[in-house]
């Protein structure tokens, strides 16, 4: 069992800036892939970011150079930091994490709300 703590969250005015954060605990060991995905009112999950244990990221397109995903392996942590933030951005985020065998933990999740 893995267990995904969030924070971060919060209000913020457009442009601004938000860096989410999310811990991983229990058995850790067999983590490959953490990364953010978020969910809007009326709309589906969708992926934000991705990066593997040894550093590979992946990003939507909606997010490309003004969001950036970092993961530390030790701590078993990874932070999405979150710049030039438009209102479309308002969701809950939510933290996942993939096992080397395909199964998938996901965290509570985090409201981001970024008013006009």
């Known amino acids: 069992q893995v267990q995904l703590v969030e924070s971060g969250g919060g209000l913020v005015q457009a442009g601004g800036s938000l860096r989410l954060s999310c811990a991983a605990s229990?058995?850790?060991?067999?983590?490959?892939?953490m990364g953010w995905s978020r969910q809007a009112p009326g709309k589906q999950r969708e992926l934000v970011a991705r990066v593997t244990n040894g550093g590979e990221t992946t990003y939507a397109d909606f997010v490309k150079d003004r969001f950036t995903i970092s993961i530390d392996n030790a701590k078993n942590t990874v932070s999405l930091q979150m710049n030039s933030l438009k209102p479309d951005a308002t969701a809950v985020y939510y933290c996942?994490?993939?096992?080397?065998?395909?199964?998938?933990?996901w965290g509570p999740g985090t409201q981001v709300t970024v008013s006009s």
């Open positions: 229990g058995t850790t060991a067999g983590i490959h892939t």
């Open positions: 996942s994490t993939r096992m080397r065998w395909g199964f998938v933990y």
